[in-house]
């Protein structure tokens, strides 16, 4: 695993616990970050699932290890995400779907994690959500 990747991770995972920081991610994105990113109008959270997504779909296989950790840093934040763009949703769907199948989920005894965390993903919005509305145009 790439040291800074491994050491980024687990300080975001150390944060991610803080209901503040959760919190604080619902701020209005502005800038623009270096990376091959989807265009989107949305807030800190959504940067950071577009970023996660990037990583997971197209970073090398060595860091597959760090997909738990990655998962869990979206689980602890999702309970206090006011909004979400269509494009950060989409992606959160697509890793649903791709880690979902069938050669995905056998491929190492420990995969189906990965999809439990994105079903509490999932609940955590809906539950904690419900009464506002919570997808932004784009």
């Not at 005894?109 to 959500?129: G, P, S």
Request: some cysteine; proline content about 4%; hydrophobic content about 50%.
């Amino acid at each position: 695993i790439n040291a800074e990747y491994g050491v980024g991770v687990f300080i975001l995972l150390l944060l991610s616990g803080e209901r503040n920081f959760g919190v604080r991610l619902n701020k209005l994105y502005l800038t623009r970050v270096p990376m091959d990113l989807p265009i989107f109008t949305g807030n800190h959270a959504d940067l950071l699932i577009l970023v996660f997504h990037k990583i997971i779909t197209c970073g090398h296989h060595r860091l597959q290890p760090l997909f738990d950790c990655i998962l869990t840093i979206i689980v602890n934040i999702s309970p206090y995400l006011k909004q979400m763009c269509m494009v950060s949703a989409s992606k959160l769907m697509h890793l649903l779907e791709a880690f979902s199948t069938p050669w995905f989920l056998f491929a190492n005894h420990t995969n189906y994690h990965l999809v439990f965390f994105l079903l509490e993903i999932f609940n955590n919005i809906i539950q904690y959500q419900f009464d506002g509305e919570f997808y932004q145009s784009n």
